[in-house]
């Protein structure tokens, strides 16, 4: 086997998730093997004025199971969940945060789309009714970008560097792959690595409304959000977090941690193009693909899975399977290819994150997710599509894919660990 990209080999030891479909490790796991779509007509609000009403949210959420009182009564719900996703990780990899001496040399990168914009939109509403001293002073504190890693670094004692980022929908791949090269290249020996989103407040839901980029299958919610399928119509907005714990090879090893996956390569790109359509020749995205197998020293051909980023939206899932076939069409057997937002819809900036943690758990458990709500393949969207129950099989090496407003491209390549 050949070697991944120089500097230090970087594995996944750790998994935690707050989705609509399920939490933690086994949540999520559930929730994709039972494949129940968890969309439906929104609750957190009155929609009726939206062309759009359906959403996938997240029922029986308390932060304070998860959060200590100081920071569940002066964060946002982006950061409870960035917060609740980590503690999970660091309990899955049996770390235990500032007490653990293997955590001295830990970073945290947490992307969020909008991060804090929610929370100020239902402050804002306070202030017009009720005047300044009716809005919560943690505003001032949940609307800068990196709200949600700064909170999880001082939830868990953290000292290493924290970086947020707000890629869009990519913003969560994004910060898992640059915290992976900060461990490649020894700057930190672990870090948490994922994305937040909370994005379920009106103006913020109306915003995407108002472009026309969300499902308007209000009659059948459980079908609004359905990649690659002919009637696909725009994507469903969705809340969630997932957060994932790296570690150099080394010293996963040297505390007896047992990895889900390695991860060999990151690539990033934009398409330079318009703020809201992907460049329709998928060129960019494609060069994301293959920028991440040239650091994994990958062939296409060595390539068994796929978790798209396919929103369920005309144009978007158009793009992608041109940059696949770009990517991939030369290769003897065509790899296998789902999109896992039927189930859960498009968390924005978590979305990436989440499906992180579901590639390696597919490359760990040897089952692939299908694409729910494929049932009239779109013949633009041809590719070799999870079979509508998923399917077993054993992949050395998979990729997931990530693209987001203003034509930001990112994929990752994992494969299953071998020492």
């Not at 990033?268 to 020749?281: F, G, Q």
């Not at 696949?324 to 968390?347: C, D, E, M, N, W």
Request: include cysteine.
């Amino acid at each position: 086997m050949s070697e991944p990209g120089a500097g230090r080999r970087v594995v996944v030891t750790g998994i935690g998730a707050v989705t609509p479909i399920g939490c933690g490790r086994e949540g999520l796991w559930d929730g994709l093997r039972c494949g129940q779509p968890r969309v439906r007509t929104i609750s957190r609000f009155d929609p009726t004025q939206f062309r759009s009403q359906v959403a996938a949210e997240i029922d029986g959420f308390v932060p304070s199971d998860h959060v200590s009182a100081e920071r569940a009564r002066r964060a946002d719900r982006c950061t409870h969940l960035a917060i609740a996703a980590s503690r999970m990780a660091l309990a899955d990899a049996g770390l235990d945060g500032a007490r653990d001496r293997a955590t001295r040399r830990a970073a945290v990168f947490v992307g969020s789309a909008l991060g804090g914009v929610p929370f100020g939109e239902e402050q804002h509403v306070r202030f017009l009714r009720r005047g300044i001293r009716a809005v919560e002073p943690a505003l001032a504190l949940t609307v800068f970008g990196g709200a949600p890693a700064a909170g999880v670094a001082m939830e868990f004692g953290l000292t290493g560097p924290i970086v947020g980022n707000a890629n869009s929908c990519a913003s969560g791949a994004v910060a898992i792959g640059e915290a992976a090269r900060a461990i490649r290249h020894g700057t930190v020996d672990v870090a948490l690595a994922g994305g937040s989103e909370a994005p379920l407040a009106p103006l913020t839901f109306g915003a995407f409304d108002l472009i026309r980029a969300l499902s308007t299958r209000n009659h059948d919610p459980a079908g609004a959000s359905r990649p690659f399928d002919r009637e696909r119509d725009g994507f469903v907005m969705a809340e969630g977090a997932a957060i994932v714990v790296l570690e150099s090879l080394e010293h996963a090893l040297r505390r007896g941690a047992q990895p889900y996956a390695e991860i060999l390569g990151y690539g990033a790109t934009n398409d330079a193009y318009h703020m809201v359509r992907p460049l329709p020749s998928g060129h960019q995205a494609a060069r994301a693909m293959v920028l991440a197998l040239r650091e994994a020293r990958r062939s296409p051909s060595e390539v068994g899975y796929v978790n798209a980023h396919a929103t369920s939206t005309p144009l978007g899932d158009a793009a992608e399977t041109r940059a696949l076939r770009h990517v991939f069409g030369a290769t003897p057997r065509q790899p296998a290819v789902s999109a896992t937002k039927g189930l859960y819809g498009h968390p924005l900036g978590a979305s990436g994150a989440i499906e992180v943690a579901i590639t390696v758990l597919a490359i760990a458990r040897g089952w692939l997710p299908p694409t729910t709500n494929l049932d009239d393949p779109d013949p633009a969207c041809a590719l070799r599509h999870v079979p509508p129950t998923g399917c077993t099989a054993q992949v050395a090496v998979a990729m997931t894919n990530s693209f987001g407003f203003g034509g930001i491209n990112a994929s990752l390549v994992f494969s299953h660990f071998l020492e």
